[in-house]
């Protein structure tokens, strides 16, 4: 008699559990998503979404699940369709589809910032496809009906008239604060951070040899490990860059502050450092504020004038994107 997916998945269960009871109650990312029923890519998008909560292996490995969330998981209603559905993911023509509307419209609200990406892929050409979380299409087509229908406003037009792109920009910010809201340390927090420039500015930055070795060492990496093709590494190294003027003062803004607290929280090691967190004297009360830019900060971003905290508008466009 033919073996059901239900008891398939029991098995699994069973051996999972087993295997729980040999690595601390955890299951490795690969057995969990297979419990979950979700695909390599649905499980890193439902980590990176908060959906299913990981913890850090204290030997610095990849993250793993605890058992109590997979079976949290597995007792909500509806699964496990509930849990795919909150990462489907459509394309343009998908997304144009569940809207109503023709795939140029659904391009134009996507280039101008009104739906933004959540992942992508790379296609037989090495181009980038743009992909959208279901849910959050529909629920922009119920926060803005009026854009689904006649003529585009004054603002989308001046937009799309001046070539503007918001789409990589528009992922690059949705990734970076759902980065930093999976973790409280300063140094990993700066490490998100870090990964939105380019070599150069990163270096005008953090000065310190052994400082952005550090950040390299604890930027997080994708739950199954970094994307197995080179093109599919070099397409998200240039998609996390920044690589508008604005947007890049913004970040460099925000990586030093990040930077000073986690100077001082602990030093980043050094050679022939015993691997133990180094703490820093607590600072002088009269050093700089963190809350003011001016002076010292600006002095290390080399501006003179003060700069606010409105976040810029700009565009972000990778090198060789499909609609």
């Given amino acids: 008699m033919a073996v059901t997916e239900a008891a398939r998945t029991e098995v699994l269960c069973a051996e999972a559990a087993a295997a729980a009871d040999a690595t601390g109650g ?17 499980f890193e998008l439902a980590v990176h979404l908060g959906i299913v909560r990981t913890t850090a292996e204290q030997s610095g490995g990849r993250p793993r699940v605890r058992r109590e969330e997979i079976d949290r998981l597995r007792s909500e209603s509806g699964f496990p369709d509930a849990v795919r559905e909150r990462v489907r993911t459509v394309g343009t023509a998908e997304g144009a589809r569940l809207l109503g509307i ?33 849910q959050e299409v529909l629920d922009f087509a119920a926060r803005a009906p009026q854009l689904l229908a006649g003529n585009s406003p004054v603002w989308m037009r001046a937009r799309l008239d001046a070539g503007t792109d918001w ?3 528009n992922w690059r910010a949705q990734r970076i604060e759902r980065l930093l809201c999976r973790t409280e340390d300063p140094w990993r927090r700066a490490a998100v951070l870090a990964g939105v420039l380019d070599p150069v500015q990163l270096a005008e930055v953090v000065d310190d040899p052994y400082e952005r070795a550090y950040l390299a060492k604890v930027r997080p990496e994708p739950v199954f490990g970094p994307p197995g093709s080179v093109a599919a590494r070099e397409a998200m190294t240039q998609l996390m860059q920044a690589d508008d003027p604005d947007e890049i003062l913004w970040r460099r803004i925000n990586l ?8 001082a929280s602990r030093q980043a090691p050094r050679p022939g450092d015993d691997h133990r967190s180094v703490p820093v004297p607590v600072a002088d009360p009269g050093a700089e504020s963190l809350l003011d830019p001016a002076p010292g900060l600006l002095a290390r971003l080399g501006l003179r004038r003060r700069v606010t905290g409105r976040r810029p508008a700009g565009n972000g466009v990778p090198a060789k994107t499909v609609e």
Avoid: H
């Avoid at 030093?256 to 100077?263: K, V």
């Fill in 26 to 42: 955890t299951a490795a990312a690969g057995r969990a998503a297979q419990e979950l029923g979700l695909k390599r890519g649905e």
């Fill in 102 to 134: 023709s795939p140029v419209r659904f391009t134009r609200l996507a280039r101008t910032g009104c739906i933004t990406p959540v992942t992508f892929y790379l296609n037989r050409y090495r181009a980038v496809v743009w992909l959208y979380l279901a």
């Fill in 167 to 169: 789409r990589a920009r």
């Fill in 256 to 263: 030093i502050m990040e930077l000073d607290g986690a100077r």
